[in-house]
């Protein structure tokens, strides 16, 4: 049985090996090509002997990301801090309070989950152009709020239901805590995994947004990093290494962010969002 089962468990972390190594292939290509010096057409599997590191100093400045980073950063870290903020607070009362009304409007978030977001896009669009919000930062920070905010609502709700004891509550109001401090001084605190979680999958959305960033930044000067490369794939196809050299300069802060945070991400996604 004992050896049944170590067979098994070894055929699991083979398949996982296979599975990571098929995902890791073409981030191994897009490094490969971004260290080409120009008019190597060699294999893209073949690493390159000389390593060509000035590919990037020319591709930041070529393609100016240097205003484009600063326009994505400011947006994802905006709209993060936004839907951290309004989503614990909007889900605290949800997950405590087992009204109708809230049973309801919890419901509501749900089923706006399904609803694919460019189905809003032409009156949004209109809208936007109306209220003169056309090319600013505002319109793109409250557009990825009012995207992920019930997806932050459900993952919030369904963590402090599953995982938060309400005994640690009661102590503090036994106390004299208002509802407001002891969200933030006993709640809060405590929402660390499912805050990493929200982080990840929603400024990793944000910060590779393009279906949104080309219709409302459409000036030069707004435009996010998705939208630079685009323009800059399309004036250098012919020059593969230099879009390889930004586009793995436009990942690099994600994957960081992820690897700092992977693991208050599955802990935050299994107590949860699969039990909540």
Not at 81 to 107: C, D, E, M
Not at 199 to 215: E, G, H, K, R, T
Request: glycine share 4%; with cysteine; charged share 10%.
């Amino acid at each position: 049985m004992d050896n049944a089962y170590k067979r098994k468990k070894r055929w699991y972390s083979v398949l996982a090996l296979l599975i990571t190594l098929l995902h890791l292939i073409p981030f191994y290509i897009l490094v490969t090509t971004s260290l080409k010096g120009i008019g190597d057409f060699s294999s893209k599997w073949l690493f390159p002997k000389a390593l060509h590191l000035e590919n990037f100093r020319t591709a930041w400045t070529e393609a100016q990301l240097g205003q484009s980073f600063l326009n994505t950063v400011i947006i994802t870290f905006s709209s993060a801090v936004l839907l951290i903020i309004f989503g614990s607070l909007a889900a605290y009362p949800l997950a405590r309070r087992n009204t109708k009304l809230n049973k309801a409007v919890y419901v509501l978030f749900i089923a706006i989950m399904v609803i694919p977001p460019l189905t809003a896009l032409v009156p949004l669009y209109k809208m936007v152009v109306q209220i003169g919000m056309m090319n600013t930062y505002q319109i793109a920070i409250l557009n990825n709020v009012a995207a992920f905010l019930p997806l932050t609502i459900f993952l919030y709700a369904g963590f402090i239901r599953s995982t938060i004891p309400k005994e640690l509550e009661e102590a503090a109001r036994i106390d004299g805590a208002g509802t407001l401090r002891v969200f933030f001084t006993v709640v809060f605190p405590l929402l660390k995994p499912i805050t990493a979680s929200v982080l990840i999958i929603a400024c990793v959305y944000i910060w590779n947004d393009y279906q949104f960033a080309i219709f409302f930044l459409q000036d030069k000067e707004m435009h996010t990093l998705t939208v630079a490369l685009s323009h800059f794939f399309g004036q250098n196809q012919h020059q593969l290494q230099l879009v390889g050299a930004a586009a793995l300069i436009a990942m690099l802060p994600m994957v960081t962010m992820f690897l700092l945070l992977q693991k208050y991400f599955i802990a935050g996604l299994s107590q949860g969002s699969v039990k909540g």
